[in-house]
């Protein structure tokens, strides 16, 4: 029997999230997130560099992202640090609006952050398939990428 070579190239996995901000009606505008969305990168992240209101609702305005925090482009060229948006390789992206908190958890992402009441609070999205039952969980202090 002939010898076959085989050769296994590793997939690059994402960790998926969602981030959103609370309106004052209560309904969530909110931007998908594809890489590093675990709350000791992304979760930091957020604390580090999106740390108000405004700061949280620019990052979202941009629609969905690739990475919230990069200096690299979608062709690895090196880039001013900030957002990653899907925008920047011609895709129309824009913020999503949920009537409301249990509306927002309720698609498949891996992790969703919610910018409310002037902070941001981490929902790990496997600990239920009900939206009102997903738990809430402590994003680690420090900060990243600064």
């Known amino acids: 029997m002939p010898y076959i070579d085989i050769v296994v190239h590793p997939t690059p996995m994402a960790t998926r999230s969602r981030i959103g901000i609370e ?57 001013t640090q900030g957002p990653l948006y899907y925008s920047q390789r011609g895709e129309n992206t824009p913020p999503r609006h949920d009537a409301n908190l249990n509306e927002y958890l309720s698609e498949g992402e891996e992790y969703a952050y919610l910018f409310t009441n002037g902070e941001w609070v981490c929902y790990d999205m496997h600990s239920s398939t009900h939206p009102s039952c997903k738990k809430q969980i402590e994003i680690p202090s420090g900060a990243l990428a600064v």
């Open 23 to 79: 309106l004052s009606d209560g309904s969530v505008l909110s931007a998908y997130h594809h890489w590093d969305g675990y709350p000791s990168w992304l979760g930091r992240i957020l604390k580090t560099h999106y740390n108000s209101y405004d700061q949280a609702a620019e990052l979202i305005d941009g629609g969905d992202m690739s990475s919230a925090w990069t200096n690299a482009g979608f062709n690895n060229e090196t880039v």
